[in-house]
């Protein structure tokens, strides 16, 4: 039997993922694709498998990793205290691109949230991940899954994405391969472990928004405040390529690449305007350019991203885009990449090119 994965034309097979469920079980790590990026995965409840996940990402460990349920999963099991309102939103965004904070059970391992008294669940919508779940002991398990890419980096996006980050020979026993992620950016987290005294928090903004919660719950989540718990998403910079990424608005875009031209710079430049003119300019090296509509430029950003990495470009210049609710996802994760490269313009302008 094979399990097919909507409009993309891979097929995985049954015994493929049978395999990487005993892996699991056993230990191992796995990556497997979801609708919002490729996670890395291992038993929610070893230990010693969510410290190799730490390991091989080099990420501290006090950053808390989500858990991925299969559809149906008890609650209950996971965590101590499961409000109404977790149980609606389950209801109305699950499986899909949502994670809550909750308060954890106390026997789940501590090391899956980084020590602290929550845990982060969530049932992901994509075939492949849903037939992982539902394979990997019984259905009843949980796979801790942060974003299948080193501590810092861009997200994956694709099965060759997770390979590029960790070579051929490296921590993972299989990569499981799901096709592109239809969504493209990391899931909403909203927590809900401190509801009674504070409300619901959005720690991190994705497709599911803050309003589409609030029609649910009847409460709009309130922005992350100083007391919410530790977020590696939300490091002010994150999601970041090896090239410095600059974000400016359409008209001043222009303007500097006019200069960086001059400067003799090579700009790799993601838009998503028609400036059919610009990109003609030779200071353009590469460009791409992505839908102005907000969950195609999510679903595209990532790989363009790391397209625009490999151009050897001194700068990846971004066309900022628009405000509003339904772009809240694309423009967190672009101001997180572009994090400390505010001098980086100047800088390319200012300097000699190196002969
Ligand atoms: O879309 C996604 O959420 C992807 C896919 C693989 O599911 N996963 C993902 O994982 O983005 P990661 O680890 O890269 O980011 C998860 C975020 C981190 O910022 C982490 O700190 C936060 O979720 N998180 C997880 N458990 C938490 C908890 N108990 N309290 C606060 N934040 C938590
Ligand atoms: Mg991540």
């Not at 990420?59 to 101590?80: E, K």
Request: hydrophobic share 45%; net charge negative.
């Amino acid at each position: 039997m094979s399990v097919g994965i909507g409009s993309m034309d891979a097929a995985i097979d049954q015994a493929q993922i049978d395999a990487a469920a005993r892996a699991l079980e056993q230990g191992a790590l796995v990556a497997l694709p979801t609708e919002t990026v490729y996670g890395l995965g291992a038993d929610a409840e070893n230990p010693a498998a969510v410290a190799a996940i730490y390991a091989a990402k080099g990420r501290p460990q006090d950053h808390p990793v989500i858990v991925h349920l299969a559809p149906g999963a008890d609650l209950d099991y996971w965590a101590s205290e499961v409000p109404d309102e977790a149980r609606q939103l389950a209801a109305a965004f699950w499986p899909g691109p949502l994670t809550m904070i909750l308060k954890r059970a106390a026997r789940i391992p501590a090391a899956v949230s980084g020590g602290q008294d929550t845990v982060g669940l969530r049932c992901p919508s994509h075939p492949v991940a849903i037939a992982l779940l539902q394979a990997f002991k019984g259905g009843r398990g949980g796979i801790a899954a942060p974003s299948a890419n080193k501590f810092g980096n861009v997200s994956p996006t694709t099965a060759q994405h997770v390979r590029d980050e960790f070579g051929a020979a490296g921590p993972i026993a299989m990569v499981l391969d799901g096709g592109q992620s239809e969504v493209g950016i990391e899931s909403t987290i909203v927590d809900l472990s401190r509801l009674a005294s504070l409300g619901p928090v959005l720690l991190r903004p994705g497709q599911v928004s803050a309003e589409a919660i609030a029609a649910v719950i009847d409460q709009l989540p309130l922005a992350p405040d100083a007391a919410a718990p530790r977020a590696s998403g939300t490091l002010a910079s994150h999601y970041a390529p090896h090239t410095p990424v600059a974000m400016q608005d359409s008209t001043t875009l222009q303007a500097t690449l006019a200069q960086l031209h001059a400067a003799g710079r090579k700009v790799a430049l993601i838009h998503y305007s028609n400036l059919a003119n610009l990109a003609n300019l030779p200071a353009v090296h590469a460009a791409v350019r992505l839908a102005a509509r907000p969950n195609e430029f999510a679903h595209a950003l990532y790989a363009s991203l790391r397209a625009m990495d490999t151009t050897g470009a001194d700068l990846i210049l971004v066309e900022a885009p628009p405000h509003g609710d339904a772009w809240l996802g694309v423009n967190d994760r672009l101001r997180r990449a572009a994090h400390g490269s505010c001098g980086i313009v100047h800088g390319l302008l200012n300097r000699q090119v190196p002969m």
